[in-house]
């Protein structure tokens, strides 16, 4: 990889906290870029922590204009964020959907708003959304979250489309089952955790769960000058899952 296509640039990678987002805030930072990481909690490996939730329009609006004047416009962002509430189609009620699909959905446009102006001062830019496997699968057990990656995937084609005369290119990475906090608070919700998690791990050709440094490779690939000619697409991180969903 051209590392010096990415040092000295600025980003902005949401979720940053901890699991994926933490994975490619430190990662970029090792690469030169200066990160601001947004979330509710501090990000220990950005270059500085910009406390916001996603759902709150002012408050990231001010957390962003607090980034771009310690870092300048920012040319990537890394949208890692999100919520995944259990719930099937009918069990979940409409305020768990509206939420899910506030974080997980509606909080691209607030950001792009945000992030677009910066990134056409620059000449450009790479924004590097997250999706996941469950987008394209039944999944009766997370109904809300399911739908609200479907809906990411669409947003990732709209947004392409609309901002490649901008040269600001949109492109999604869908992991798979990836070993974070979030995917092991799912196995302790299950009466044996240490089973659960084995037969998560079954569902994986390659036979073990990614990790977020898996995925935060991807994501700084898509960041950096290298995929300068893909847009539009969403990248399978996943293990082989989804040859043989099983």
């Given at each position: 990889m051209d590392t010096?296509?990415?040092n000295g640039r600025a980003a902005i990678v949401t979720g940053a906290a901890s699991g994926i987002g933490e994975a490619v805030a430190r990662r970029l930072v090792a690469l030169g870029v200066r990160v601001a990481?947004?979330?509710?909690?501090?990000?220990?490996?950005?270059s500085m922590?910009?406390?916001a939730d996603l759902r709150d329009a002012a408050a990231l609006a001010a957390a962003m204009q607090e980034a771009e004047?310690?870092?300048?416009?920012?040319?990537?962002?890394?949208?890692?964020?999100?919520?995944?509430?259990?719930?099937?189609?009918l069990e979940t009620d409409d305020a768990t959907y509206l939420d899910t699909f506030d974080v997980n959905v509606v909080s691209i446009p607030r950001l792009l708003r945000l992030c677009v102006p910066g990134m056409?001062?620059?000449?450009?830019?790479?924004?590097?959304?997250t999706s996941s496997i469950n987008a394209r699968f039944a999944t009766p057990t997370l109904a809300a979250y399911a739908a609200s990656k479907a809906a990411v995937e669409s947003l990732v084609r709209s947004a392409a489309l609309e901002l490649a005369p901008l040269q600001i290119r949109i492109n999604a990475i869908a992991?798979?089952?990836?070993?974070?906090?979030?995917?092991r608070s799912s196995f302790e919700r299950?009466?044996?955790p240490a089973q659960a998690r084995e037969r998560n791990i079954g569902r994986h050709p390659l036979g073990r769960l990614g990790t977020?440094?898996?995925v935060a490779a991807m994501a700084t690939f898509l960041a950096g000058d290298e995929s300068r000619w893909i847009t539009g697409t969403v990248i399978p991180v996943d293990g082989g899952a989804a040859v043989t969903r099983r």
């Open positions: 010096m296509s990415l990481g947004i979330d509710r909690a501090p990000s220990p490996s950005a922590s910009c406390l004047h310690a870092h300048g416009d920012a040319t990537i962002l890394v949208h890692c964020a999100g919520i995944c509430p259990p719930g099937s189609l056409q001062r620059q000449g450009g830019g790479s924004v590097v959304l992991p798979a089952s990836i070993d974070t906090p979030m995917l299950e009466s044996d977020a440094d898996d």
